[in-house]
């Protein structure tokens, strides 16, 4: 058990249609924060968002989700109300596979399930590929969970991620925080992000700001938008795939990333056939890619229906 797991808390909070605890746990810099769901000793359901949102993007869904679960939601750090990384340290996804790691190291949780959206679903791929043995279900919320980039790209990506990282190590005076209304903020949330609908927007804030003298400033990390300098090819991604022994399912938004991401020649079949010769189910529903958050009884039932046909091998309580 890691040192951190003494410093675990849980505050009771008014917010939620369904109660929620939050979490807190310390980490070498700083703290990983997220909300709790759920019976103690309930069926523990790891919630990982995706990139630029926080743990409020399960608020809507959770509640509608068995009852009998115990749902951890975390925010990655330089996201929501958690501890960004250290001046100077990146921001990719291998890293975001250890804060994983730590954080069911920190609970005592052996086996457990992912649903992960976006971002958060290629953090659980890569993770049960690394972790087969810890999973026991996977939902992944529109992605396919593996991220490729062409060959020809990653290296100048590298090389963009690490100046772009240079710069703005080097510019410490240009950091001042900007300052907004809570109606700027949320107008500036729904232009980077125009899947969330207004209510879905408030809930965002909820931990994606925080009050200051004179308005709110927003508490995620700027680095998050800076080039990711690590990135792994096709190939790499269908082998990680193939060391996933967790049922997995899929549920796709028609109007979701994948109708406006652009993706190299071909990403969307050759990753798809790679989950169906895994046999994962795969789901298309009518929404967007805040699907689960805008509409979660859109695809509540599916997930429910997953779960609960995917169960663990064997009773588990969490340690919170």
């Known amino acids: 058990m890691l040192p951190a797991f003494t410093s675990l808390r849980h505050f009771a909070t008014n917010t939620m249609r369904r109660a929620a605890s939050e979490f807190r746990m310390t980490v070498p810099w700083g703290e990983m924060r997220g909300q709790v769901w759920g019976p103690s000793n309930g069926r523990p359901v790891l919630c990982l968002h995706g990139w630029s949102d926080n743990s409020g993007t399960f608020n809507n869904l959770i509640p509608l989700l068995p009852k009998d679960c115990r749902f951890v939601a975390i925010d990655f750090p330089g996201h929501g109300f958690s501890s960004h990384r250290p001046d100077g340290c990146f921001y990719t996804f291998p890293l975001y596979v250890a804060d994983v790691r730590r954080v069911v190291e920190a609970l005592q949780w052996k086996r457990f399930s ?14 049960t590929a690394l972790y087969p043995e810890m999973v026991d279900a996977i939902v992944l919320l529109d992605t396919y969970g593996f991220l490729p980039t062409q060959v020809t790209d990653m290296y100048e990506n590298m090389r963009k991620g690490i100046n772009d990282q240079l710069q703005y190590d080097n510019k410490t005076e240009d950091r001042k925080e900007r300052v907004y209304t809570y109606e700027k903020a949320k107008e500036r949330l729904k232009t980077a992000n125009p899947f969330l ?24 990390d700027m680095r998050i938008n800076l080039k990711n300098i690590v990135s792994n090819s096709m190939e790499l991604c269908l082998h990680m795939l193939s060391l996933v022994e967790a049922p997995v399912m899929i549920v796709l938004a028609n109007d979701g990333l994948y109708k406006i991401f652009i993706l190299p020649d071909g990403y969307i079949d050759t ?7 895994q046999n994962a189910t795969i ?7 805040h699907i689960h958050l805008n509409k ?8 429910t229906d997953f779960l609960q046909s995917h169960g663990p091998d064997n009773n588990q309580s969490s340690k919170l």
């Open 296 to 303: 979660p009884e859109a695809v509540a039932s599916v997930i």
């Open 197 to 220: 609908s207004d209510q879905s927007a408030v809930i965002l804030l909820e931990r994606a700001v925080r009050e200051v003298e004179g308005g709110f400033v927003f508490t995620r």
């Open 271 to 277: 990753i798809r056939k790679g989950w169906t010769d």
């Open 283 to 289: 789901v298309d529903v009518e929404g967007d890619h």
């Open 114 to 127: 992912i649903i992960g959206h976006s971002m958060g679903g290629n953090v659980a791929g890569m993770f």
